[in-house]
């Protein structure tokens, strides 16, 4: 059974707003977003909200572990709602668009490095960079 976005709220110790609701139903819809296209979602059901309101919810949701926040080169940190995973993604070096790549192990680290200089490596987070089949077809015409 899936937890509700409530349940998950009231077990990661923060209270149940509309705001916060909101905010993960819309990255359920839009994963990879920044906090402008999440802002707009969120403005269409929860007209009084402000960009800024988005921002605190998603520092408070990252914060408590139920989205992820990823910040490829050159791009707007990114929300997204799968997490626990260790995924990677790919991101195109042209227009920026992002898709989840599964774990290249299946388990966290998933990759192992050649040295630690000590750390016990916990997770490792992968940047794969490319053209999307959009751009591979713009720049074959
Ligand atoms: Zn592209
Ligand atoms: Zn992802």
């Known amino acids: 059974m899936e937890q509700t976005v409530e349940s998950a709220l009231r077990d990661a110790?923060?209270?149940?707003?509309?705001g916060r609701v909101t905010v993960l139903d819309a990255l359920h819809s839009i994963p990879h977003s920044d906090a402008d296209q999440v802002f707009r979602v969120v403005a269409r059901e929860l007209?009084?909200?402000?960009i800024q309101s988005v921002h605190n919810i998603l520092a408070d949701l990252t914060e408590a572990g139920l989205i992820r926040r990823i910040e490829p080169a050159g791009s707007a940190a990114l929300?997204?709602?799968?997490?626990?995973?260790?995924h990677h993604h790919v991101v195109c070096s042209r227009c920026g668009a992002i898709a989840d790549v599964d774990c290249v192990a299946g388990h966290a680290p998933c990759l192992d490095p050649s040295s630690t200089s000590g750390f016990?490596?916990?997770?490792?987070?992968?940047t794969f960079w490319g053209l999307c089949g959009d751009c591979q077809r713009d720049a074959a015409q």
């Open 79 to 86: 929300y997204e709602r799968r997490i626990g995973d260790n």
């Open 120 to 126: 016990a490596i916990q997770s490792a987070e992968v």
């Open 13 to 18: 110790g923060l209270r149940v707003t509309a």
């Open 47 to 50: 007209p009084t909200t402000s």
